[in-house]
T-cell receptor, first 115, second 110 residues
Framework: NAGVTQTPKFRVLKTGQSMTLLCAQDMNHEYMYWYRQDPGMGLRLIHYSVGEGTTAKGEVPDGYNVSRLKKQNFLLGLESAAPSQTSVYFC??????????????FGQGTRLTVV | GQQVMQIPQYQHVQEGEDFTTYCNSSTTLSNIQWYKQRPGGHPVFLIQLVKSGEVKKQKRLTFQFGEAKKNSSLHITATQTTDVGTYFCAGSQGAQKLVFGQGTRLTINP
């Protein structure tokens, strides 16, 4: 049982390049999230999904797109990377139990640097 | 929309001192969760509280959920260097998305 797996773990991009971060979970969770965490800061929600085929914007969605074509995968895309997107990106998943959103499991994080 | 505020943002203590972080929601929550993130790591689930006025303990950690289900606290008794990290609360309303607080970073002077 791998839990939540993020790939890649590290990446350096040049300004204007594009990339996709992959998050995969093997726990059959309904909810999936993408967060960014800047040094010394908290978690800021980029996009999230409450089920396969559905996505919604979080508090900092600009410059990012997401897709959830399969329940186990949640992809985060950067179409044209900017230095302001240098951050650590965390994916998380959680499940619904008795009508409540419960324990979130986080991936190990992707450290992205845009130069 | 739902907001979860956490204070303080930073706390530095001497080893052996107690530590408390507080979490306040703008709306009534169905549940509150607490997470710990070690430096360089990812957030890890500690506990979930569901009932009004609930108190749970994990060794030196005590978690409380307010009577109105809008606030919560985490108290660590006699901190140790292994307690270093950032503590996050997260709440949700029913099946809606989890909303995280900004976290409290705890540093400890040995």
């Amino acid at each position: 049982n791998a839990g939540v797996t993020q790939t890649p773990k590290f990446r350096v991009l040049k300004t204007g390049q594009s990339m996709t971060l992959l998050c995969a979970q093997d726990m059959n969770h309904e909810y999936m999230y993408w967060y960014r965490q800047d040094p010394g800061m908290g978690l800021r929600l980029i996009h999230y999904s409450v089920g396969e085929g559905t996505t919604a914007k979080g508090e900092v969605p600009d410059g990012y797109n997401v897709s959830r074509l399969k329940k186990q995968n949640f992809l985060l895309g950067l179409e044209s990377a900017a230095p302001s997107q240098t951050s650590v990106y965390f994916c998380a998943s959680s499940f619904r139990d008795r009508g409540m959103n419960t324990e979130a499991f986080f991936g190990q994080g992707t450290r992205l640097t845009v130069v | 929309g739902q907001q979860v505020m956490q204070i303080p943002q930073y706390q530095h203590v001497q080893e052996g001192e107690d530590f408390t972080t507080y979490c306040n929601s703008s709306t009534t929550l169905s549940n509150i969760q607490w997470y710990k993130q070690r430096p360089g790591g990812h957030p890890v689930f500690l506990i979930q509280l569901v009932k009004s006025g609930e108190v749970k303990k994990q060794k030196r950690l005590t978690f409380q959920f307010g009577e109105a289900k809008k606030n919560s606290s985490l108290h660590i008794t006699a901190t140790q260097t292994t307690d270093v990290g950032t503590y996050f609360c997260a709440g949700s309303q029913g099946a809606q998305k989890l909303v995280f607080g900004q976290g409290t970073r705890l540093t400890i002077n040995p």
